[in-house]
């Protein structure tokens, strides 16, 4: 949605509308004034973005939230990882104990 806002709202409006506007405006207006109003609109894009990336986004709420995922993801590998070696541990356990029995009489 973010980049449709952006998009429709202040890319188009500023590249096509700001030619159009400086077309008519001008009366004629020459290509080295489109490029420079090209020009003036990408920096006013970039202003734009840089100051919803940095100054409206939350970025301390955005990383709890990854951690708290990551924490859960790794809980939930723990957990199953335990109870496959538990399961192995008991299979083991078992395979040794009468194993050793027989190696003590050499």
Request: proline content about 1%.
């Amino acid at each position: 949605i973010l980049a449709t806002l952006l998009s429709f709202g202040l890319e188009l409006p500023l590249s096509i509308g700001g030619v159009a506007i400086y077309i008519v405006w001008m009366g004629h207006g020459t290509l080295v004034g489109v490029y420079w109003w090209q020009a003036i609109a990408a920096a006013i894009e970039i202003v734009v973005v840089a100051y919803i990336l940095f100054y409206k986004s939350d970025w301390h709420q955005c990383a709890v939230e990854a951690q708290l995922r990551n924490e859960a993801h790794t809980n939930e590998n723990e957990n199953n990882n335990n109870a496959n070696v538990e399961a192995l541990l008991g299979d083991d356990d078992n395979s040794n104990s009468s194993s050793t029995g027989g190696d003590s009489s050499n």
